[in-house]
C-alpha cells in the first residue's frame, strides 16, 4: 500500500537536487555513452566486446520490435476511422453534455491557416457542435494575429461553433514568451466568463496548422467517455504530417514522417508514452495540475509530468486514434528549411530540460515506490540519450576494438565491424517497411501523385544520413547547451507558409 505523500525538507537543498547538477546529466550521459565501450574494452577485453556485441543485437532488436508496434498501431487507427461512434450506446447517452474547448495558439500565421484550422474544426460530423468552442489564442504584440482572429469570427458567426479570441498581454511578470503561458491565459479568461462543469469539460490544444478530421470529435468524445477515471489523463492525438506534403523538400518530409511513424510507435508502450504537439485533457486536469508552465519552451511533454506529479503519479496517456494533419516545415527556399527544420528539432528536444523538474518531484514523494522513479527517470535519461548519441554510438562501436593494439591480431577486429555491417545492412533493407507504411499513411491524407511512390521510398534510403545529422546534432546541441548553461530563452515558431501556394 502506498504512503501518503510527504516532502522531505532539509533546510537546503542538496546539490545533487540542484539544477547546476541535473543540468549536467543529458551531457555526462551522452559522453558516457562514447566513453564506455572503449574503457570497457580496454579494462577488460571480452567484457567490452559482449557489451558491443550485446548493443548491436539490442538495437537490431527493438527495430523490429518498433515495425510490430507501428504496424499494430496503424491497425487500430484504420479500425477507429472506419467506425462511426456516433450510434454508440455511451454517445447516445452522454455525449451532450461533454463540452469541447479547442484552444489554437496564433503567433505570425498567414489569415489562411487559421481558416482553414477552424473551417476543419467547424466542419466536423458530430451531433453536438453547438457544445464546441474555438479559442484563438493570439499575443498582444503581434496586432496582425488579433486581426486576423476577428476576421475569422466574423466569417464564422453563423457557424454552430462559438469562436473566442482572448488576446494574451505581453511581460506579464513570471512568465516567458512561450506556447504555455499563452494558451493557459486563454482558458484562464474563458473560464472567467462561463459557467463550466471541469470533469465534463474537455480542453484540447492544437497548434495553427492543425486541420483534424471530419470525425475528430466523435473519436475524441467516446475514447474519453469509455475511459476510467477520466480526469487522470492526457489524451494524446494523432499527428500526421500532409498538409503541404506535395511541396515539402525530401528531408523535411521525411522527419514528418518519421515523427509520425514514432508516434505510432510510442502509442503502444503505454507506460513510457508521452503527449506530443496536439493533445487534450479535462478541465478539474488542468486545474489540478496549475495548467501548463508559464516558463518551458517545450510544454507538452512537461504537461505530462505536471499532471503527473499533481495526481500522486496515478496517471497516464491515453491513445486517441483521432487524425491531426499538420504541416511538413516549409520555408522560401531550401537552405532557410534546413534552417527551419534544424530550429523545430532542436525545440523539440530542448525535452532533455525535463530531468531538472522530474528528479528534484521524485526526491519529495515517497508515496511513489523506488521502482517506478527508477524506470521513469532512467527511460527518461535513456530516450534523450537515445535521440542525441545513439545513432553515432551505434555507427561507431563496431570500429572500438580496432582502436588497441593488443587487439589488432584478433580476430574480432575483423569480426565485429563485419557484423556490424551486416546488421546495418540487413536493416538498410527493412527501410521498406516504413516506406509502405508512409506511401499507405500518405495516400489516405493528402494528395499522392504517381511520381510520389519512388520518391517516398527513395527518401527512406537517406534515414541514415539524416538521422546522423539532422536527428542527432539538434539534440546534441541542446544537451550541450544545457550543460554548459547557454540555454534557450525563447519559444521560436515555426513559420507557416499560406495555403494560397499549394500545388
Known amino acids: 500500500m502506498r504512503k501518503k505523500p510527504s516532502e522531505k525538507t532539509s533546510g537546503t537543498t542538496p546539490f545533487y537536487l540542484r539544477s547546476e547538477f541535473l543540468s549536467k546529466i543529458p551531457g555526462f550521459a551522452l559522453i558516457l555513452i562514447f566513453l564506455f565501450p572503449i574503457l570497457l574494452v580496454k579494462i577488460h577485453p571480452k567484457a567490452g566486446l559482449f557489451f558491443i556485441a550485446f548493443a548491436i543485437a539490442y538495437w537490431t532488436v527493438k527495430v523490429f520490435e518498433s515495425y510490430y508496434f507501428v504496424l499494430s498501431s496503424y491497425l487500430t487507427l484504420l479500425r477507429f476511422n472506419k467506425t462511426d461512434f456516433r450510434e454508440s450506446e455511451i454517445m447516445a447517452a452522454e455525449a451532450g453534455s461533454v463540452r469541447h474547448i479547442v484552444i489554437v495558439p496564433v503567433f505570425t500565421e498567414p489569415y489562411d491557416v487559421i481558416e482553414e484550422n477552424v473551417a476543419a474544426i467547424a466542419g466536423n460530423e458530430y451531433p453536438h457542435m ?42 506579464v511578470p513570471g512568465e516567458g514568451r512561450v506556447k504555455g503561458s499563452n494558451i493557459t491565459h486563454a482558458i484562464k479568461e474563458y473560464e472567467k466568463a462561463r459557467k463550466l462543469d471541469p470533469h465534463l469539460t474537455f480542453v484540447s490544444t492544437i497548434d495553427t496548422d492543425t486541420l483534424v478530421e471530419k470525425n475528430f470529435f466523435s473519436i475524441v468524445t467516446y475514447k474519453f467517455l469509455m475511459t ?51 493533445y487534450g485533457q479535462t478541465l478539474h486536469c488542468l486545474r489540478k495540475s496549475e495548467y501548463w508552465s508559464l516558463t518551458s519552451i517545450v510544454e507538452d511533454g512537461l504537461q505530462y509530468w505536471r499532471s503527473y506529479f499533481a495526481w500522486g503519479s496515478h496517471f497516464r496517456i491515453i491513445n486517441v486514434p483521432a487524425v491531426c494533419k499538420m504541416d511538413v516545415v516549409e520555408e522560401e527556399t531550401f537552405a532557410r528549411t534546413v534552417k527551419s527544420q534544424y530550429k523545430q528539432l532542436r525545440r523539440w528536444s530542448w525535452g532533455c530540460t525535463d530531468v531538472e523538474y522530474v528528479i528534484p518531484e521524485f526526491a519529495k514523494r515517497d508515496d511513489i515506490p523506488f521502482s517506478e522513479k527508477f524506470r521513469k527517470v532512467g527511460y527518461l535519461i535513456q530516450n534523450h540519450l537515445f535521440w542525441a548519441g545513439g545513432p553515432l554510438m551505434l555507427f561507431f562501436i563496431g570500429y572500438v576494438p580496432g582502436i588497441f593494439e593488443n587487439l589488432r591480431n584478433s580476430i574480432a577486429v ?61 539534440a546534441i546541441e541542446s544537451q550541450l547547451r544545457l550543460f554548459f548553461g547557454k540555454r534557450l530563452d525563447s519559444f521560436e515558431t515555426t513559420r507557416k507558409i499560406g495555403r494560397k501556394k499549394e500545388a
Request: proline residues 5%; aromatic residues 14%.
Open 414 to 474: 575483423l569480426t565485429v565491424p563485419l557484423a556490424t555491417s551486416i546488421v546495418f545492412t540487413v536493416l538498410f533493407a527493412t527501410v521498406v517497411f516504413p516506406s509502405v507504411i508512409s506511401i499507405h499513411i500518405m495516400k489516405r491524407y493528402t494528395k499522392f501523385r504517381k511520381r510520389d511512390y519512388l520518391f517516398s521510398v527513395l527518401q527512406w534510403t537517406l534515414v541514415p544520413i539524416l538521422t546522423l545529422t539532422m536527428f542527432s546534432i539538434p
Open 130 to 171: 453547438d457544445r464546441v468552442t474555438v479559442l484563438l489564442a493570439t499575443e498582444s504584440r503581434v496586432p496582425e494575429a488579433e486581426a486576423n482572429a476577428r476576421k475569422i469570427i466574423a466569417k464564422f458567426q453563423d457557424s454552430k461553433i462559438e469562436i473566442v479570441n482572448v488576446v494574451h498581454p505581453d511581460g
Open 228 to 278: 476510467e477515471y477520466r480526469d487522470q489523463a492526457i489524451y494524446q492525438f494523432t499527428p500526421v504530417y500532409s498538409n503541404n506534403w506535395t511541396r515539402g523538400t525530401f528531408f523535411a518530409r521525411l522527419i514528418a514522417m518519421g515523427t509520425t511513424i514514432w508516434q505510432l510507435f510510442e502509442s503502444q508502450n503505454p507506460e513510457f508514452y508521452r503527449n506530443f504537439a496536439v
